[in-house]
């Protein structure tokens, strides 16, 4: 699991509430990811980090932001939560060997009311 | 939608039988990879196949690449039980690789 892990692990909150998922990894791996994985969907990229402070927008980061203060932390908070962003929420890290692969934390099941 | 497209949807089998799963995509790639899914996992990485490779084998798996069509299948052969997963092909885009677009997957059924 590249030492990743996701908190919490299941929420259920109220329209309108503000939401934050945190990432943590423990290798320094410089690029870390959300995605949110809907059926018939796949997965789909919220927002990425590739260092501290740094960030960028993915494809489906409207009502989604961000946060890297830390190497080991990435931090997904929905402002104002709303029924759509009932998901389920994946981090991953990008390897940085040669193989340009991802490894996913165990993600988090969020259901907003 | 950037993303690719898979097929089937969902596949059910016969353990010991081979299982293929085919993933389109629509833009240069650098890279296209496999991952699979348990029930309620995370996906875990299979098997990469690079833009200038036709043909990849790790165990079980072959991978295929065809550039040209855009396409890509993956084969599992001699299927088990502990093979019923979902599966995933991903591409790295030629211009930002370290970005991964996935298709919306392949539910596969091995029945023991």
Not at chain 2, 89 to 108: E, N, Q, V
Request: hydrophobic share 30%.
């Amino acid at each position: 699991d590249a030492g990743i892990t996701q908190s919490p692990r299941h929420k259920v909150t109220e329209t309108g509430t503000p939401v934050t998922l945190r990432c943590h990894q423990t290798e320094n791996h410089r690029y870390m990811y959300w995605y949110r994985q809907d059926p018939g969907h796949g997965l789909r990229l919220i927002h990425y980090s590739y260092g501290v402070k740094d960030t960028d927008k993915g494809e489906v980061s409207d009502g989604y932001s961000v946060s890297r203060s830390k190497t080991e932390d990435f931090l997904l908070t929905l402002e104002s939560a709303t029924s759509s962003q009932t998901s389920v929420y994946f981090c991953a890290i990008r390897n940085q060997g040669s193989l340009e692969t991802q490894y996913f934390g165990p993600g988090t099941r969020l259901l907003v009311l | 939608s950037q993303q690719g497209e898979e097929d089937p949807q969902a596949l059910s089998i016969q353990e010991g039988e081979n299982a293929t799963m085919n993933c389109s995509y629509k833009t240069s790639i650098n890279n296209l990879q496999w991952y699979r899914q348990n029930s309620g996992r995370g996906l875990v990485h299979l098997i990469l196949i690079r833009s200038n490779e036709r043909e990849k084998h790790s165990g079980r798996l072959r991978v295929t690449l065809d550039t040209s069509k855009k396409s890509s299948s993956l084969l599992i052969t001699a299927s088990r039980a502990a093979d019923t997963a979902s599966y995933f092909c991903a591409t790295a885009p030629m211009d930002s690789s370290y970005k991964l677009i996935f298709g919306s997957g392949t539910r596969l059924l091995v029945r023991p």
